[in-house]
């Protein structure tokens, strides 16, 4: 049977008596350490992947791993979460997003350590890692196994983010060409939902928008038949936030 542990409450002098020792009352709390950990989303020829490292801690040897450290005194969150990216990657100006807390009290085998989540999305060929410590590696979402700690478990609370996520804003347009064709912009969306759409559906739904621009060029040097080229509209979606629905397929 599991103990349930209350924290003793810090006694003031009287009941109505105002706190005035802020200090010694934060000193009565439990000192719980708090992390941030990265879950960078990239996409690459069709394929969704994550960016990781290999665990430095003894009990994961081997495994693969956030990238993530604790949030320092002095530091916001948001904060926390940028410089993390920026010293094990060397990337900036990449916009992070806060997804979820995890405070499992058993999920750090050296004690209690609660964790943010923040997640990003990003086009691999636009972003150069330029730090490799610990083996930094992009996978593919669909091929991970036993990561350390509840990284998995993130992962996936992070995917189903992104997936609601692209369905309710134009975020994978980021990820294409300036000009695309409606067979890269149906793959880029199969990849990251995980499953196979009906192309004239989908095709109608983008169309009836009203955000793409036909540029009037078509596909060069492709093993198919050249489809054509588009834009999409980006000043016209920040006038017209409204005319963007879920698309839910």
């Known amino acids: 049977m599991q103990k349930t542990l209350l924290v003793k409450p810090y006694k003031r002098g009287s009941e109505n008596e105002l706190i005035k020792d802020h200090a010694k009352l934060v000193d009565s709390y439990p000192k719980v350490p708090i992390t941030v950990d990265c879950v960078i989303f990239g996409f690459e020829e069709d394929n969704l992947k994550v960016l990781l490292i290999r665990s430095d801690l003894e009990a994961f040897k081997g495994k693969w791993s956030l990238l993530g450290d604790i949030v320092c005194d002095t530091e916001e969150l948001d904060g926390a979460a940028n410089r993390v990216l920026q010293q094990r990657t060397g990337m900036e100006d990449i916009f992070l997003e ?36 610990n083996e930094l590696h992009w996978l593919s979402v669909q091929n991970l196994q036993g990561m350390a700690f509840d990284h998995q478990a993130i992962v996936d609370e992070c995917y189903r983010w992104l997936q609601k996520r ?84």
């Not at 994978?172 to 990849?191: I, T, V, W």
């Not at 759409?197 to 038949?225: A, T, W």
Request: hydrophobic letters at 35%; aromatic letters at 14%; charged letters at 30%.
């Open 98 to 133: 806060q997804v979820k807390a995890f405070s499992s009290p058993t999920r750090h085998p050296g004690g209690r350590v609660i964790t943010i989540a923040y997640c990003s999305l990003l086009n691999i060929n636009h972003h150069q890692l330029k730090v490799l410590d």
């Open 166 to 249: 692209i369905q309710e804003h134009p975020l994978g347009f980021n990820l294409l060409p300036e000009k695309f064709s409606l067979r890269e912009l149906q793959n880029l969306y199969e990849a990251i939902l995980g499953v196979k759409l009906d192309r004239r559906n989908f095709r109608k739904k983008f169309f009836s928008m009203d955000f793409l621009i036909d540029v009037g060029e078509f596909e060069e040097d492709v093993p198919h038949r050249p489809g054509r080229l588009y834009k999409f509209n980006f000043e016209k979606y920040e006038k017209n936030k409204r005319k963007w629905f879920c698309i839910d397929f």
